[in-house]
């Protein structure tokens, strides 16, 4: 079992930036990947960056790119994403995930074991 708490959400005017923050407790040593996603109201969920808990590889979806990045912290158990240069169209609520074997791929929902409840992003025009 792995636990998943998101913060750092809130509300930012176009161009600002925040830092998002993802503590993981539990079997953490298990994890092999971690994900952000995000939901905006009425649509689907989608993927926005990954990173490999050992080695730290990242991949991002090409409408973050440039502006997000994702890192991790393995003494604190804790993912980041800093966003910068933020759009009105990054409005969502942002959750992060937890992937524990190598399986599937990097953006795919159904290929994360568990996620936290997610913490709300607002981007004002």
């Known amino acids: 079992q792995v636990q998943l708490v998101e913060s750092g959400g809130g509300l930012v005017q176009a161009g600002g930036s925040l830092r998002l923050s993802c503590a993981a407790s539990g079997r953490t040593f298990r994890m092999y990947r971690m994900g952000w996603f995000r939901q905006a109201p009425g649509k689907e969920r989608d993927f926005v960056a990954a990173i490999l808990w050992s080695g730290g590889s990242t991949l991002y979806a090409d409408s973050v790119k440039g502006r997000f990045t994702i890192s991790r912290d393995n003494v604190k158990n804790t993912v980041y994403l800093q966003m910068n240069s933020l759009k009105p169209e990054d409005t969502a609520v942002y959750a992060c995930?937890?992937?524990?074997?190598?399986?599937?791929?990097?953006?795919?929902?159904?290929?994360?074991?568990?996620w936290g409840q997610g913490t709300q992003v607002t981007v004002s025009s």
């Open positions: 995930a937890a992937q524990m074997t190598v399986r599937g791929s990097p953006g795919g929902v159904l290929d994360y074991d568990y």
